[in-house]
């Protein structure tokens, strides 16, 4: 059975801003409440998911985390309200996108 | 400005089948009516192409490229009528799925 696949990403002036990785990573961070956590889940390093992070705030020009520091259970780490937002939109539109292509094509007898 | 980007491809038992990469090397053969010359235009290797070449064939069950040895001008390959009509099929579906989310979604503001 010959199925379409589509995948989406966001774009400005050429470069990615944000796909399914990060889409994933900023998610899982959300799930743990903690960077670490969510690194370690994913298999990436520290350094790379703030990379990537930092990466995402410098394009859409907001804040996407709020880290707590210290206290009795440690550090912790959430999503700003403006990036639960914008993740909102982000899966609107990919669940969109998905529905529409299989709407119009489901699975392909070419 | 914010652009949603998407990318197609076809599988078949979760294998990929056919995308941007196989279209470009099909495309270049037919133009070049040369194996070599696609190669050398697109940068890969012979070896390389023609492994697509046989995973594609194998998965779609039919002869993608004819080709013919010898003579005053060296051989050539041309795609085969089968071949020439699933490229078509599937352009089609790729521009008409491009068209699609532009039209739904354009540029995006999010």
Redesign the interface.
């Known amino acids: 059975?010959?199925?379409?696949?589509?995948?989406?990403?966001?774009?400005?002036?050429g470069q990615p801003?944000f796909g399914d990785g990060r889409l994933k990573l900023l998610k899982e961070i959300q799930k743990t409440g903690s960077i670490t956590a969510a690194t370690e889940n994913l298999g990436v390093s520290y350094r790379h998911a703030w990379g990537e992070i930092r990466k995402i705030e410098q394009r859409?020009g907001f804040k996407l985390i709020d880290t707590q520091t210290g206290g009795r259970g440690g550090g912790g780490a959430s999503l700003t309200p403006r990036a639960i937002d914008?993740l909102q939109?982000?899966e609107k539109?990919s669940k969109?996108?998905s529905a529409?292509?299989t709407k119009?094509?489901g699975i392909?007898n070419?």
């Open positions: 059975m010959m199925k379409l696949r589509v995948k989406i990403w966001l774009e400005e002036d801003v859409l914008f939109s982000y539109i969109s996108v529409e292509i119009k094509f392909l070419l």
